[in-house]
């Protein structure tokens, strides 16, 4: 029965050094790319996380707002944000945070007062719009990295088949050779 040939495992062909045989150079820059990507994979998927976390937070806070009880309709009407200074100073922080300008003013008073921060509707009808200009920037920016994201898990998935498939096909042509080598001796 003639001996098998069998390949060495993957991570001794990316610790050889380069030969005069091909198959064998192909397969260690496939599975050494196959190593580089799957890095790269991981810090995208948690790119892609915190940009959905994100989002997911704008959502919160935009709802929070659009929840304030107003003492009426008109524009100088008024109601807490929050139910304590504490939720009032989260949301103007969080604001801030997502990049709404000229909160610094709105988080003096509110660190100024005793209770929930008064705030009148004609802040809200001009924070709402900011909020969704925010969210529409992060929702384009999670459709952007979630493309990324796939375009990675592609070139991942490519290099890891080429490698296999090649280190396959040495395996192959060491097995053909032996074998060969045995008929003619």
């Known amino acids: 029965m003639p001996e098998m ?9 990316l610790t050889s050094d380069n030969s005069a045989d091909i198959m064998h150079n192909l397969v260690i820059v496939n599975a050494r790319l196959s190593e580089a990507l799957s890095e790269v994979l991981n810090l ?17 806070i935009m709802n929070e707002i ?4 107003l003492n009426g309709i008109e524009n100088d009407s008024s109601g807490a944000l929050g139910n304590t200074k504490e939720d009032s100073l989260r949301i103007l922080h969080a604001l801030k945070n997502f990049g709404i300008p000229n909160m ?3 988080i003096n008073n509110a660190t ?16 709402i719009p900011s909020l969704q200009g925010v969210s529409e920037s992060e929702s384009n920016r999670s459709q952007q990295e979630g493309l990324r994201l796939q375009t990675i898990t592609n070139r991942y998935t490519q290099s890891a088949e ?9 395996a192959q042509s060491s097995n053909t050779v032996v ?3 045995r008929i003619a001796g």
Do not use: F
């Not at 080429?162 to 096909?169: F, I, R, S, V």
């Open 5 to 13: 040939v069998t390949p060495p495992s993957l991570a001794d062909w």
């Open 44 to 60: 995208q998927k948690d790119v892609v996380s915190e940009v959905s976390d994100r989002l997911k937070k704008i959502s919160e």
């Open 66 to 69: 659009r929840r304030v009880k």
């Open 104 to 106: 610094d003013e709105d």
């Open 112 to 127: 100024a007062g005793t209770g929930p921060y008064s705030v009148k509707k004609i802040w809200i009808d001009s924070i």
């Open 162 to 170: 080429n490698a296999t498939t090649a280190q396959q096909k040495k």
């Open 179 to 181: 074998s060969n080598l």
